[in-house]
């Protein structure tokens, strides 16, 4: 929709739809801009032949019609790919704006039918501006980024399960290895999962070891290992600790590979269809970091303002301070989690190969700023560059200066 037809839509709308989404069904309540009901309230099915009864009871309705549904898991996407090029306004409202409209009115409990009335209400009383339906592209890529999030926050959970097992049977591990561990340990673990196995190994049996990103395993490697394998208590683990050492190991390998299989994916759907996007013109924005960026945020003039789109990725500072104890800060944990993190790693690059973004960042070191202090102001840097360039459209400019203002 153009910003003419939403701000049309905002002032003039006559009649509310609110849909409460389960995964079966519609709840569907119509108001005019009264409150009044407009017609009976339907309970429809949750599928292509309840979608189309609800445009078909949509159409008789004195225009313009102003439709919102909760977002409600990955239930209410199929209403909105079906409602895609009907000409209804469609707002997308988070549950927890209703949740608080609810409060509002002084009333404790909620259902479906309630809930649909209460989204039809606050529709007609704050009249919030639709907004346009996320294109094919971003949903697929949306679908595929959070999947690769998922993975490697899993990824990184039996990481941890690893390294905790690990610091129980290897005394001096978490001394040795600094609460890290390498793709090399867990390769040499799947193949020889006990220290009389990892003492009785030679570098001739490195020669087809291979970590889950293709590396070699080195001789130096494997006797880190077995210096603490001659310290263990227990030289002899059971079967079942060895079977759950080669099981954790495994699925570390699983993921390792399945991020690194999906992320081709979404690398070659991104050269597929957004080769040419502006934002890959900006040193440290690559391939993946563009999808995340197109997934999460979707329309850069959503943002009116770089402070809106920077607080949207969480890339403030927060403060803590307790009494006299002292002070600290750290990154808010409010925002969109993905597209902070994505941002934060694309500047570490950035911090290399951005002109400005190295030259900032530099300053701040210089300052007396720590390393994480100083990095999270170049992510918000970053951000800014990313902004600029994504609303206005223009290729990214190293010496770009900001014209005088009158």
Not at 311 to 329: H, N
Request: glycine share 6%; with cysteine; charged share 25%.
């Amino acid at each position: 929709m153009t910003e003419e037809s939403v701000s049309a839509v905002q002032q003039t709308a006559r009649t509310f739809v609110g849909v409460d989404v389960a995964s079966r069904k519609l709840d569907v309540v119509y108001v005019d801009a009264t409150g009044s009901p407009v017609r009976p309230r339907q309970t429809l099915a949750n599928d292509p032949q309840g979608f189309a009864e609800l445009l078909r009871s949509i159409e008789p309705l004195e225009g313009p019609v102003l439709l919102g549904c909760e977002s409600t898991a990955a239930y209410h996407r199929p209403l909105l790919v079906a409602l895609e090029g009907s000409g209804v306004a469609v707002v997308e409202l988070n549950p927890l704006t209703i949740k608080q409209f609810t409060k509002l009115k002084l009333r404790g409990s909620r259902s479906d039918r309630t809930d649909s009335n209460d989204i039809a209400q606050y529709l007609r009383t704050f009249r919030p501006a639709p907004k346009a339906l996320p294109e094919r592209l971003r949903r697929e890529l949306s679908m595929a980024v959070r999947t690769r999030r998922r993975l490697v926050e899993e990824r990184t959970r039996l990481l941890n399960r690893l390294r905790r097992r690990l610091a129980e049977l290897l005394p001096g591990f978490t001394r040795r290895f600094r609460g890290k561990t390498p793709l090399w340990l867990s390769t040499l673990l799947e193949a020889f999962p006990s220290p009389e196995r990892l003492l009785a190994a030679t570098e001739a049996d490195l020669a087809e070891l291979r970590t889950p990103r293709g590396g070699r395993v080195r001789l130096k490697h494997l006797q880190r290992l077995q210096e603490l394998a001659t310290m263990t208590l227990e030289p002899h683990w059971s079967r079942i600790v060895q079977q759950t050492v080669v099981q954790l190991t495994r699925a570390i390998r699983r993921c390792y590979e399945d991020v690194q299989e999906l992320e081709s994916l979404i690398q070659a759907h991104v050269r597929e269809h957004a080769k040419d996007h502006v934002l890959l013109t900006i040193p440290g924005v690559g391939e993946l970091t563009l999808a995340v960026l197109l997934a999460e945020a979707g329309d850069p003039h959503r943002f009116a303002t770089v402070d809106k789109f920077i607080g949207y990725c969480g890339l403030y500072p927060g403060s803590k301070r307790s009494g006299d104890g002292g002070y600290s800060t750290r990154m808010v944990r409010k925002g969109n989690r993905m597209l902070r993190l994505q941002i934060l790693l694309a500047s570490t690059t950035a911090r290399q190969f951005n002109a400005p973004v190295r030259a900032f960042y530099r300053r701040k070191v210089e300052q007396g700023k720590s390393s994480g202090t100083a990095g999270g102001a170049a992510g918000r840097k970053f951000a800014a560059q990313i902004y600029a360039v994504w609303r206005s459209g223009r290729p990214f400019e190293p010496e770009y200066e900001r014209p005088p203002t009158s």
